[in-house]
């Protein structure tokens, strides 16, 4: 129900409302008094209204001019309101929309990192082989280093303080 009172439609009513009363308020208490007719004009733009009424009665034209004043400036109010309303419904469907698609996004990344953590897991064991390889292969070539193809060995003897 809130949300009805709210709406354009109950708001144009409610201004009709307000406006029509306080016309036949108006023309009701200074026909019969005064004998003087009371016009009110009611602009075609949707918050103006202005009241033409005989300077017989001061103290009541004041007060009806205020209330059309405050009339026309909660309608404003309830405008600008409604527009900010519009602007925000805009704003909050374009920051969800950045929302689902920044989802979408980290759902994608993290779905790259698991398959790239896989796939380096993977990698490890073959890794660990080639460094035995390299080991291997390193200590092949110290050993054919020291080999003597002319019949004569050279000995290396590493640590000899130690060893002694």
């Known amino acids: 129900m809130p949300t009805h009172y709210m709406t354009e439609q109950h708001q144009n009513a409610i201004m009709t409302f307000v406006r029509r009363f306080i016309f036949q308020l108006a023309s009701g208490k200074h026909r019969g008094n005064s004998g003087m007719g009371m016009s ?73 990192v698991q398959e790239q953590n896989i796939f380096l897991d993977g990698i490890k064991p073959n890794q660990e082989i080639l460094h035995q390889d390299v080991a291997s292969l390193k200590q092949k070539v110290e050993d054919m280093k020291y080999v003597s193809y002319d019949g004569t060995f050279i000995w290396k003897i590493t640590a000899v303080k130690e060893k002694m």
Do not use: W, Y
Request: with cysteine; charged share 20%.
């Open 40 to 112: 009110m004009d009611v602009d075609i733009m949707p918050h103006s209204t202005t009241l033409m009424i005989p300077h017989d009665n001061n103290n009541k034209s004041a007060q009806l001019q205020e209330i059309c004043e405050t009339i026309d400036i909660l309608a404003g109010g309830i405008e600008t309101l409604n527009e900010d309303i519009q602007r925000l419904s805009t704003e909050s469907l374009h920051k969800q929309n950045a929302t689902n698609s920044l989802t979408k996004d980290f759902a994608t990344l993290q779905l790259s």
